[in-house]
């Protein structure tokens, strides 16, 4: 078994070069080689990661209600925020069990949501809801499992450039729904593309060293 010192990773094989960045490899001593403290580290951290978003979730809901008690409003948001938040926590378990194409599962199941909201909103009369609410809210909670799950599973560089990629996307086509004028209330839209424009920023100055890396040996660069 080798190590590569860049990637922080273990290789089963014969290779010399790295397959992630190419970097030369070097040999581990037979004791460095027990995979088990590794894989129980992990799953260790993992855990205690759900334990700490559950545990926020939770006290999101609860400040939620005491606000929504305090403060009375035509709307009883606080429901909103707990219904949100189930859902991402489920979102969070499905994708979590479907790690190994978690980015693709995330976009699935949004377009999925995002046709079936805008056939409804067709089929009542196109009131234009599900282009005002439905879609940035969407595109908003997936980019938080995308950076909840990053941090959980520990993307490689590849799967980043995805990830930036979506981010920029679900940032893009609610600007084009403001500039055509295609929603009843700018609020929601606004919130998906900040928090679009703080998610590339993100990636931008904490992966891309990594992702410019990987892009190049993509490239050959």
């Avoid at 990661?49 to 948001?77: E, H, Q, R």
């Avoid at 940035?136 to 909840?148: G, K, S």
Wanted: proline share 3%.
């Amino acid at each position: 078994m080798k190590w590569c010192g860049k990637c922080k990773v273990k290789i089963v094989g014969t290779e010399n070069y790295c397959p992630l960045c190419q970097n030369e490899l070097t040999k581990l001593d037979p004791i460095e080689e027990d995979l088990f403290p590794t894989a129980y580290k992990g799953t260790k951290e993992r855990h205690m990661v759900m334990k700490v978003l559950a545990f926020l979730m939770t006290l999101i809901g609860i400040i939620s209600v005491f606000l929504n008690i305090l403060f009375p409003t035509k709307i009883w948001w606080a429901l909103i925020v707990i219904v949100t938040l189930i859902c991402i926590r489920i979102s969070l378990r499905i994708a979590i069990a479907k790690h190994r194409n978690i980015l693709k599962y995330l976009l699935h199941q949004s377009l999925i949501i995002i046709v079936l909201a805008l056939f409804i909103d067709y089929v009542t009369g196109q009131n234009g809801w599900a282009v005002t609410f439905v879609l940035p809210i969407i595109f908003t909670l997936a980019m938080l499992v995308m950076y909840l799950l990053s941090k959980i599973l520990h993307l490689q560089a590849g799967e980043y450039m995805i990830y930036l990629l979506l981010d920029a996307a679900f940032g893009i086509i609610p600007v084009i729904f403001l500039a055509t004028n295609s929603v009843n209330t700018a609020i929601p839209s606004l919130v998906c593309i900040m928090v679009s424009i703080i998610s590339v920023t993100a990636l931008i100055i904490f992966e891309g060293t990594a992702m410019y890396s990987e892009l190049k040996r993509r490239l050959h660069i």
